[in-house]
């Protein structure tokens, strides 16, 4: 499991998972969250989280709160 903090999240049910030391966010789907609704997930929240690779580049999956 790796962690994170939530970047952003838009009102179409994804969003951006800022990952220390790396350039680019990662993206993950309001499916992918585990024990945490996508309403109570909040920019600023600490994420751990499994990176998926996928046909658009790698993504965040298993989302929980850390």
Request: glycine share 10%.
């Amino acid at each position: 499991m790796q962690e994170g903090t939530v970047a952003r999240k838009t009102d179409r049910g994804f969003g951006f998972i800022k990952v220390e030391g790396q350039e680019k966010d990662l993206f993950f789907h309001s499916k992918e969250l585990k024990g945490v609704t996508f309403d109570e997930l909040q920019e600023g929240d600490r994420v751990t989280f499994e990176v998926q690779d996928s046909p658009k580049g790698p993504n965040a999956v298993n989302v929980s709160k850390a």
